[in-house]
Every structure is written in structure tokens, then in C-alpha cells.
């Protein structure tokens, strides 16, 4: 029973917001999922447009991001630099869903960036984004432990990759069919002790 909770419960012990890059079928899906307080973050500035847009980008010579954001979203500079991909990642669009979210990353002038919904300064964050018919070894995300920025446990991310947040429901059968099978042992030998007596 302790594997089983540790298994559910290890995503969040990464850090307050997990984004987590993660295979579902033929596509890539980027979630961020957790709470986050922005006190202590210097603001950067705010996403210009010219739209919303949802989308993945990187050169290796100096820049990478991902990004779901509407205009007036917000972009807070976070206290380390990170490389986001570790190989060029042609320009995609991608299909989000939820809050915006992304991060971005210049390494010619030193600086990664998390971008978060307009006005927003502390809460929930949970957002998807969906990149159709790609395969996540191409992308080459570069991991990030975790990074914390002040002494609450809301002022801190990490970058995850290939474990799922949300467990898939093919793991719930799985679990659910060995309870099943485990009950119907116990009850047969209950039954054949009973029986000998």
C-alpha cells in the first residue's frame, strides 16, 4: 500500500507547480498542474500578441520556449537559467486547454522566464497544451529538478518528464483487476479451509 500511495503522490513532492512533458498516444501533452505565488519573481513584462497562441519553439545556439498565452499575460523572471530543450525544435503550434502557462528561455542574455495568466499572483495552475503527431524524444527536453524562490512551498517548479501527472485509466484497471483477483483467492481458500473443518 505505501508503493502504491508513494507512486500517486510522487509528482507533487517536485516541487509546488510540476510541468510535465508526457507520450499520450501519437502526441505530446505539456501540463502544468499545482499551486504558485510569484512574490519574490521580478516582472518582465507582459505577452504583446498578436494573439493567443499555444506553441514550442528552440535553437540550440540561444533560446526555447513553450507557451500557451493570451495577450496581457503576465512573465516573471525566475532565478536560474535553464535550458529548456537540449536540440533545435522546429516551430510548432500546439492545442491548449485551461490556464495559461509556458516558459521561456534566452541564454544570450541570461534569462528563463515562466509565464503566467494575466493579474494573477498566487493560486491554482492547471493547463494542457497538445502537440499533434510528435514524438517527445524529438523535443529532448532537459529536465529541471526543482527551482524555488522564496520559503513557501507555492514558490517552486520543476520540469518532469514522461511520468504522468494524472495515472491513466488503463493503471486504475490494472490495480482494480489485481484487488479483484486478490479477493477471489482469498474467498476460494476461505472457502476450502471452511470446507475441511
Not at 159 to 168: H, N
Request: with cysteine.
Amino acid at each position: 500500500m505505501l508503493a502504491l500511495t508513494s507512486f500517486f503522490s510522487c509528482q507533487m513532492a517536485n516541487g509546488a507547480l510540476v510541468i510535465n512533458f508526457s507520450q499520450v498516444g501519437p502526441d505530446v501533452v505539456i501540463s502544468a498542474s499545482g499551486t504558485l505565488n510569484v512574490s519574490g519573481l521580478t516582472l518582465y513584462g507582459s505577452f504583446m500578441g498578436p494573439t493567443s497562441v499555444s506553441q514550442v519553439f528552440s535553437t540550440v545556439a540561444d533560446q526555447g520556449f513553450f507557451r500557451s498565452v493570451d495577450i496581457g499575460d503576465q512573465n516573471y523572471e525566475l532565478p536560474v537559467l535553464h535550458r529548456l530543450f537540449n536540440s533545435n525544435v522546429p516551430f510548432a503550434n500546439a492545442v491548449s486547454a485551461g490556464d495559461s502557462f509556458g516558459l521561456y528561455t534566452d541564454e544570450l542574455f541570461g534569462y528563463t522566464d515562466i509565464y503566467v495568466p494575466a493579474g494573477f499572483t498566487s493560486g491554482t495552475i492547471n493547463g494542457t497544451m497538445t502537440m499533434a503527431n510528435t514524438d517527445l524524444t524529438s523535443l529532448d527536453v532537459n529536465p529541471l529538478a526543482l527551482v524555488s524562490w522564496g520559503p513557501g512551498s507555492d514558490q517552486a517548479l520543476s520540469i518532469t518528464v514522461g511520468a504522468s501527472v494524472i495515472p491513466e485509466p488503463s493503471i486504475y484497471l490494472a490495480i482494480f483487476g489485481f484487488a479483484g483477483l486478490g479477493l477471489l483467492l482469498w474467498q476460494r481458500r476461505k472457502k476450502a479451509t471452511t470446507t475441511k473443518s
